[in-house]
């Protein structure tokens, strides 16, 4: 059922805006993995939402670093290279790892740009959500509540054994689209059940925005991720 599902699978989930109204400024960690479109590190994730985009790669921001490690120690790097951006034309500053939703706060108050870390930014503002991270175990408590994700939000992690998460914390240079789809569908359907009360479904990792059509089929659930909430914000606030 899973493979089935995601026939739907494609770029038809990037959220379409009508011009390039901002230039968003990504802040990258340092990958090797495929970036499909609908992935926050493919320009043409962006083309498709009539946007301009500007990318840094931070040396040494590793996956494992930022999601595992938890490590803090390169808040100053991410705000350098954002002001960089910005110098460049930036009007939006983002990154490309849920997980980095731990800066919001101090990003925010270091830029005179808007700053939106991570999907997980969504929760607070939605009824009922609940999150599909890369990592359950590393999503802290403390990080949720930077996010201001409410309390008691279910949070449902991808499994350590499975593919899509060996494939892109492990940084791996392949990725089969399909054989990822297919896992999280699987794993959304089981979500669903496990959680009826769920109204909306946010995607912490900016990884699974490509999935996202199939993901909505299975969930039967509006979803939320990175690039819906750049388009959000783009629409609401125009340069």
């Known amino acids: 059922m899973g493979e089935q599902a995601c026939r739907y699978y494609s770029t038809d989930m990037t959220p379409q805006l009508p011009?390039?109204?901002?230039?968003?400024?990504?802040?990258?960690?340092?990958?090797?993995?495929?970036?499909?479109?609908?992935?926050?590190?493919?320009?043409?994730?962006?083309?498709?939402?009539?946007?301009?985009?500007?990318?840094?790669v931070l040396p040494g921001a590793s996956p494992s670093r930022i999601v595992s490690a938890n490590d803090p120690g390169l808040l100053n790097d991410f705000i350098n290279a954002a002001?960089?951006?910005?110098e460049q034309g930036a009007t939006l500053i983002t990154t490309s790892c849920g997980f980095l939703a731990r800066y919001q706060m101090a990003m925010n108050q270091a830029l005179?740009?808007?700053?939106?870390?991570?999907?997980?930014?969504?929760?607070?503002?939605?009824?009922?959500?609940?999150?599909?991270t890369i990592d359950a175990a590393a999503l802290s408590a403390d990080l949720l509540g930077a996010?201001?994700?409410?309390?008691?939000?279910?949070?449902?992690?991808?499994?350590?054994?499975?593919?899509?998460?060996?494939?892109?914390?492990?940084?791996?240079?392949?990725?089969?689209?399909?054989?990822?789809?297919?896992?999280?569908?699987?794993?959304?359907?089981?979500?669903?059940?496990?959680?009826?009360?769920?109204?909306?479904?946010?995607?912490?990792?900016?990884?699974?925005?490509?999935?996202?059509?199939a993901l909505g089929v299975a969930s039967h659930l509006p979803v939320h991720h990175l690039m819906t909430a750049i388009a959000d914000h783009t629409r609401k606030h125009p340069v």
Do not use: W
């Open 19 to 56: 011009r390039a109204q901002h230039c968003v400024g990504v802040l990258m960690l340092e990958t090797r993995f495929p970036r499909p479109v609908g992935d926050v590190g493919n320009p043409k994730t962006f083309a498709n939402m009539g946007l301009a985009v500007l990318y840094r």
């Open 147 to 213: 996010a201001g994700v409410p309390n008691g939000t279910p949070v449902i992690g991808v499994p350590p054994g499975s593919y899509f998460r060996q494939q892109i914390l492990g940084d791996r240079s392949t990725l089969d689209e399909q054989r990822a789809c297919g896992e999280l569908v699987s794993l959304v359907k089981t979500l669903r059940q496990n959680h009826p009360e769920a109204e909306h479904l946010v995607l912490e990792c900016t990884n699974m925005p490509p999935y996202a059509a």
């Open 83 to 86: 002001h960089e951006l910005i």
């Open 112 to 132: 005179p740009v808007p700053v939106i870390t991570s999907s997980l930014l969504l929760c607070g503002q939605l009824p009922h959500p609940i999150v599909l």
